[in-house]
């Protein structure tokens, strides 16, 4: 007798693609929708739903869809000092990163790299410090009373 099941547990070939992680990046995909529909951060369930899979897709489904509104996180680019900071933070692990791969791989383009990165880690700490040197005297002004 010849049916569905039989054909599907025979199968010699198995689909390469979902078991690449296909079938994951799918249900990641509709786990952030079905976030978003319950109020929740669409990108937090789906990098969530990447490691989890089909257990935050029941997570999703089960938990009560959230009535407040999420936290806003402040922002760090408002004032210059931040956002050069944020910069140089960047270029420090882009530096970093690169540095490791010039030293594993021994390319001498990762060299370059890192001295490029390495010089725009500069540049954003020098203009990091003048922002704050700007910034600071104006905060520590008091008017007389």
């Known amino acids: 007798m010849h049916n569905f099941v039989s054909e599907i547990v025979g199968q010699s070939q198995p689909d390469s693609w979902f078991l690449n992680g296909g079938g994951w990046f799918v249900l990641a995909l509709v786990n952030a929708g079905l976030a978003e529909q319950k109020n929740r951060s669409r990108w937090n369930w789906f990098v969530l739903s990447m490691f989890l899979g089909p257990v935050a897709t029941f997570l999703i489904v089960v938990w009560e869809p959230v009535t407040q509104p999420p936290l806003e996180l402040r922002n760090s680019f408002e004032k210059a000092d931040g956002r050069y900071l944020t910069l140089a933070i960047l270029a420090l692990v882009l530096t970093a990163g690169a540095l ?12 370059v790299a890192s001295g490029v990165g390495a010089l725009a880690l500069a540049v954003f700490l020098v203009l990091f410090q003048r922002a704050r040197a700007k910034r600071m005297p104006a905060r520590a002004y008091v008017p007389d009373a």
């Open 100 to 111: 490791f791969f010039a030293v594993a791989g021994q390319a001498w383009y990762m060299w």
